[in-house]
């Protein structure tokens, strides 16, 4: 059994006119110890898929539709009293901005004592121990309990935030783009610093991040979304190496190198759909470069590509397994299809 | 090639403790940088490094505390009359790092606009203006540039708004612009988009661009010579590619080891630093760097590195790089 499994999730934000779908259909289940990565632009509703998971949202925001199979246990349909058993001892969430999520009045010694009194009866002696023992565990100098947050670099902000996270040991951690306020170095030394922690400590991880080259050498699984549907996932290095869909291929061609021929790229132009609007059809057509007269009017399932999962028409099997009003539309594409493998 | 700017010796401190502390924060020391027309010399850094106090000195929004900025041939410090103030101001405009930040939310786009066109454009009458207006935004690559201009930030998209930064700096007809990492609060997906959209500008306005970032990799895609900054100092500068393929400082080498790059296998050899940047207070003679370097020497703990030229204009800080 998958520690965390994820099966159809819908979220919807209710607004005046029709609702906007912030997450349509996402499955996914995540294994004991894994690294599973979640990569897109802003407002294609992977913060809100994360909120979803932990049970965080807020109105308007709700799940309308799936279930969330945490060991087993249905998190959707959970009370906050039952959700507060399992919240910080058995997964935790560290937020985007560590300078937001701190208490700014507080030395971080006693926010940790916060969360462990929180969540359990324990000492004072219990609670110093175990604070001095998760900055260790993440390279923080114990000194640092006594300071507040404006006197630690960004670094050592997002690596408090991650001890908090650690404080009991949690089965899963959900980390909502921890390291986009730091610069390249300390980047590196953190998401090297939590694959370290997790083989020592064996938590299962789900990472939100819009730089998909950060994640290359650290997940196992990969997730690309776009306005609120899975539209690629399989194992990391299969992603990279042959990418599937075409918005994955731009995410991959969005960053330059600092190897080899410097080559002009291009990026994805426009700019995600409002998610209250979206296309009839495919919701990359309007920026997708390789786009067929069928995507204007049919939404894409998810297709098999080798060991990965693709929502693209080009992907279709055969053009016999593809919905039949593409085919009635398009019959275009069938060689657009083929010269698509042949990439 | 002309040189546009250069500045000799600059050095910025800052007073830090309390008032009678007497101790000093040396933002930026000694640092001597030339920016010919039509260049994009790329700064780099780490956060804290010096970087964006480099760009507001240029921009006269602190004063050196030593040192000159010599623009055009003329120091800075001996402009005096508020026309010539105002001149290169508009010569030398700024881009700031946060899009959602840096425009006022209760104007359009145009309020910004017009406002640096009759500053710095007098001799522009109203139909002018309004056609400048719409120039500058079709030159930052926003259409249809009449409805932009009459937006507010709140209906634009971050890569949009930073566009309208760079078509405010468009306006006053600038000879170089200090883009202060005007594109890492944005998404990769557009970062490309505005890498192009600054090779662009100096390509048609002939502008010369002093890039500031923290992301080597863009650095690379985008400038003729790149300076690397730590700890106040500047401890190598060259052409991107010779510093890149050859780097000889090594945090440079630091630096380039923490790009990512999917492209290549995971090194698990590679040297993983914990080291914090500075906090130069007061500092003792030596490499700043010394103290997160595996190559320094005891030499590195008593005297400060001087740049020294070990390629074709291409030098570094170190007594150890050769």
New interface residues.
């Given amino acids: 059994m998958p520690l965390l499994d994820v099966q159809h999730l819908r979220v919807e934000y209710a607004t005046e006119n029709r609702p906007a779908v912030a997450v349509d259909d996402v499955s996914f289940s995540v294994g004991e110890g894994e690294f599973v990565a979640v990569v897109g ?2 407002g294609c509703g992977k913060s809100t898929l994360l909120f979803a998971l932990a049970r965080l949202l807020s109105p308007p925001a709700a799940i309308t539709h799936g279930s969330v199979e945490f060991r087993g246990q249905n998190l959707v349909t959970m009370t906050e009293k039952q959700l507060n058993v399992l919240r910080w001892r058995d997964f935790s969430v560290v937020m985007q901005s560590a300078m937001n999520a701190l208490n700014p009045v507080a030395s971080v010694g006693a926010q940790l004592a916060d969360a462990m009194a929180a969540h359990g009866k324990y000492t004072k002696t219990e609670i110093a121990e175990r604070s001095v023992e998760v900055l260790r565990l993440v ?1 923080i100098d114990p000194i640092h309990l006594s300071s507040h947050p404006h006197q630690l ?4 902000r997002q690596r408090a935030m991650i001890a908090m996270a650690l404080l009991f040991t949690p089965d899963l951690v959900i980390m909502d783009e921890p390291t986009s306020a730091l ?7 953190l998401m ?2 939590i694959r370290q922690l997790q083989s020592q400590l064996g938590f299962a991880v789900i990472f939100v991040t ?5 994640v ?2 650290f997940s196992d699984q990969l997730l690309v979304m776009y306005a609120g549907q899975v539209v690629e996932a399989g194992p990391t290095r299969d992603v ?1 190496d042959h990418p599937a869909h075409p918005y994955s291929r ?3 061609d ?7 021929p ?1 080559v ?6 426009g ?1 995600p759909p409002d998610l209250s609007r979206l296309p009839a059809g495919c919701s990359f057509q309007p920026r997708c470069p390789v786009s067929v007269d069928a995507c204007v009017t049919t939404r894409p399932p998810l297709y098999p590509v080798g060991p990965a999962l693709s929502r693209c028409l080009l992907n279709a099997p055969d053009p016999v397994s593809a919905p039949a009003s593409s085919r009635a539309s398009s019959p275009a594409s069938a060689p657009d299809s083929s010269s698509e493998e042949d990439r | 090639m002309t040189e546009l700017l250069r500045t000799h010796g600059l050095t910025r401190h800052f007073k830090v403790g309390g008032t009678f502390s007497g101790k000093r924060l040396h933002a930026v020391d000694d640092v001597d940088l030339t920016i010919e027309e039509r260049e994009i010399i790329a700064l780099v850094g780490e956060s804290g490094s010096g970087k964006s106090t480099i760009a507001r000195l240029l921009a006269r929004v602190y004063a050196p505390t030593a040192g000159e900025i010599i623009y055009r041939g003329r120091p800075l410090a001996k402009l005096r009359r508020r026309k010539d103030l105002l001149s290169y101001r508009g010569d030398v405009p700024m881009v700031f790092q946060d899009p959602f930040s840096s425009l006022n939310p209760a104007y359009r786009v145009s309020h910004g606009i017009m406002r640096g066109l009759i500053l710095h454009r007098p001799d522009l009458n109203a139909a002018a203006r309004q056609a400048e207006a719409v120039r500058v935004v079709e030159a930052v690559g926003l259409h249809p540039a009449a409805e932009i201009l009459e937006r507010y930030p709140y209906q634009l998209s971050g890569g949009q708004r930073q566009r309208v930064g760079f078509a405010q700096a468009l306006a006053y007809r600038p000879k170089l612009i200090i883009a202060d990492e005007p594109v890492s609060m944005l998404d990769v997906s557009i970062r490309i988009g505005l890498l192009n959209l600054m090779a662009a500008l100096r390509e048609d306005e002939g502008v010369s661009i002093l890039y500031i970032t923290h992301d080597i990799a863009s650095a690379r895609y985008l400038s003729d010579r790149i300076a690397v900054m730590y700890g106040g100092h500047i401890v190598e500068t060259g052409p991107t590619e010779d510093v890149l393929a050859d780097p000889k400082h090594p945090y440079t080498q630091l630096l380039l080891s923490a790009v990512p790059d999917p492209r290549a296998p995971l090194d698990p050899d590679a040297v993983v630093d914990r080291g914090e940047p500075p906090r130069v207070v007061d500092p003792a003679p030596g490499c700043r760097f010394r103290a997160r370097c595996p190559l320094a020497i005891d030499r590195c703990a008593v005297e400060t590195p001087l740049l020294r030229e070990l390629g074709p204009r291409h030098s570094a800080a170190c007594h150890v790089a050769v």
């Fill in positions: 632009e802003s390279g670099s960004g670094g050592m610069d390249v170095v300390a980047q590196r030394a090297v610093q819009h730089d998909m080259s950060l290359s050498h990279f731009g995410l991959l969005a960053f330059p190198s600092i190897r080899g410097r002009p790229l291009t990026g994805i132009p700019s």
